[in-house]
């Protein structure tokens, strides 16, 4: 056996059997969720209704919930799942990655379903049969609006490239969503990307309070974005050769790119660490209850 075999093996054990001896010692045990009645409208005499909300054990009235803690174990076990992949590629990991994957397309797919064809297509179409069959809120007063056969008759020409024959057709909504997506999307990006841009390097180089005096650190941020914006535009101006000032203006402009570049890095990788903790404390804390949210330990 290798020794990193042999170390990952010695871990898992030792973990897995501070596990069984925690679960048969503590009174609470590990892996359990736990819910307690409240009213939704605890101000109202009349309104009786009470829903569950999650609770810790110990507090008055908290149960534990089967249908809760079977979902907290599984996903328990796909996040260990996910993890496996650090030692390396296996069986779990793939199991978990499979049912995301599956998981994730049919969520998508009901959500467009309901969203895109019911509340919008169907909806109006046919509002008096969608009133009475999944959308009991609709507008009494709406009526058919025929303009939505159009995204009907293109949806049906999309769907013929599972034909056998006539795959040609669908090159035409294919080609119409293309062309939609791409020129809405243009106007947002030259607004986002391009005008706002601009936009905000249009800022003045001395900076006078409302009192009359200038402000000095507001000047000198204005002086350093207009040089910071001018050094990185010269970088990437090719027709003149990059040699006397020109060549240290834009290699001032590659050091403010770093700095932009890192800085973005730096900050995917705080969020994924972030990631990281937070399911590290749903392990230790909602899972095993190794933690309570006080900071007491319940081990």
């Known amino acids: 056996m290798k020794r990193e075999t042999l170390i990952w093996t010695v871990l898992f054990v030792a973990g897995g059997l501070f596990l069984v001896y925690r679960g048969l010692t503590a009174d609470h045990g590990f892996g359990k969720s736990y819910v307690k009645q409240v009213r939704i409208n605890p101000e109202s005499q009349t309104d009786l209704r009470i829903k569950y909300v999650n609770s810790r054990p110990g507090v008055a009235g908290a149960e534990v919930s089967l249908p ?97 024959r006539g795959g040609w057709i669908a090159r035409w909504p294919l080609a119409f969503i293309v062309g939609t997506f791409a020129g809405v999307k243009l106007i947002s990006f030259l607004q986002a990307d391009f005008v706002s841009q601009i936009r905000s390097t249009i800022v003045p180089l001395v900076v006078v309070t409302a009192a009359g005096s200038i402000d000095i650190w507001a000047s000198l941020r204005n002086v350093g974005l207009i040089f910071g914006v001018f050094s990185c535009l010269t970088y990437f101006f090719f027709s003149v050769p990059h040699r006397g000032v020109v060549g240290r203006i834009s290699r001032a402009g590659v050091w403010f790119l770093m700095i932009t570049f890192g800085a973005s890095f730096a900050f995917t990788v705080m969020g994924r660490i972030a990631l990281f903790a937070a399911r590290l404390e749903f392990l230790f804390d909602d899972w095993l209850w190794l933690i309570d949210p006080k900071g007491k330990r319940l081990w």
């Open 68 to 164: 809760r803690t079977v979902g907290l174990w599984l996903s328990a076990f796909f996040t260990l799942a996910i993890f496996s992949f650090l030692y390396r590629d296996n069986m779990f990991y793939k199991i978990a990655e499979s049912v995301f994957v599956g998981v994730t397309a049919a969520y998508v797919m009901a959500q467009a379903f309901w969203e895109g064809i019911v509340d919008r297509l169907l909806a109006g179409l046919t509002p008096q049969l969608m009133r009475g069959w999944a959308l009991p809120d609709l507008k009494a007063t709406q009526e058919p609006n025929y303009v939505y056969l159009i995204p009907l008759v293109l949806g049906i020409m999309l769907l013929w490239r599972l034909a056998p």
